[in-house]
């Protein structure tokens, strides 16, 4: 089944200990996003990929970097976690990129900061 | 600013009916969805709605008012399953999605 994929589901840092996130897609979509989503909260989109263009949220702290290797593979790279980073980050991808385009989301990673 | 206003919780029966409302305040508009998310899960795909009416598929159905800003989406034959958080998100002039922070729908037996 096409889907889209994260590792690891669950991950521990400890404050201020790098930590790379992953996201992979089989779904061959031109379009890869990282959302951060809190308890109770609206996800909040960081940045996206539209192919090998990045685009960056304005408000997406530089705490924050993102790669994409390839069309199927994104990371998420956290350079200094804070005990604020702490919260569940999904990955999602879309064929587009058009806002009206549906978004098709991983299971997430719930990042831990000790 | 860009709002979407969602009630926090509900709480309903199995077997009932319920009504999840959404309204909105964007810079333009160019559709709106509705998500499920199961508890420490990733949002999933429920409708999306760009005209006016009621767009029904099986037992969830959604509608959308654009002159009046809202929406909601419309929940029969209640199972205990269904108990999950619900997302609306607004496609603003920019085709970027504004979420909203969700209703977390409780089924009681």
């Known amino acids: 089944d096409a889907m889209v994929i994260q590792n690891p589901r669950y991950q521990v840092t400890q404050f201020g200990k790098p930590v790379t996130l992953s996201c992979s897609q089989t779904l061959n979509h031109n379009v890869m996003y990282w959302y951060q989503q809190k308890s109770s909260q609206a996800p909040k989109l960081l940045f996206h990929?539209?192919?090998?263009?990045?685009?960056n949220e304005a408000d997406t702290p530089d705490n924050f970097q993102s790669r994409r290797p390839n069309t199927s593979f994104c990371f998420l790279d956290i350079r200094s976690p804070g005990l604020g980073d702490a919260a569940m980050y999904l990955c999602?991808?879309?064929?587009?990129?058009?806002?009206?385009?549906?978004?098709?989301f991983g299971p997430g990673t719930r990042l831990t900061v000790l | 600013g860009q709002n979407i206003d969602q009630p926090t919780e509900m709480t309903a029966t199995e077997g009932a009916i319920v009504q999840i409302n959404c309204t909105y305040q964007t810079s333009g508009f160019n559709g709106l969805f509705w998500y499920q998310q199961h508890a420490g899960e990733a949002p999933t795909f429920l409708s999306y709605n760009v005209l006016d009416g009621l767009e029904e598929k099986g037992r969830f159905s959604s509608f959308l008012s654009r002159s009046k800003g809202y929406s909601y989406l419309l929940l029969k034959e209640l199972q205990m399953k269904d108990s999950a958080s619900y997302l609306c998100a607004v496609v603003d002039s920019n085709y970027q999605l504004i979420w909203g922070a969700g209703t977390k729908l409780i089924i009681k037996p």
């Open positions: 999602a991808t879309s064929g587009t990129g058009g806002g009206t385009d549906t978004q098709y």
């Open positions: 990929y539209y192919d090998k263009d990045f685009n």
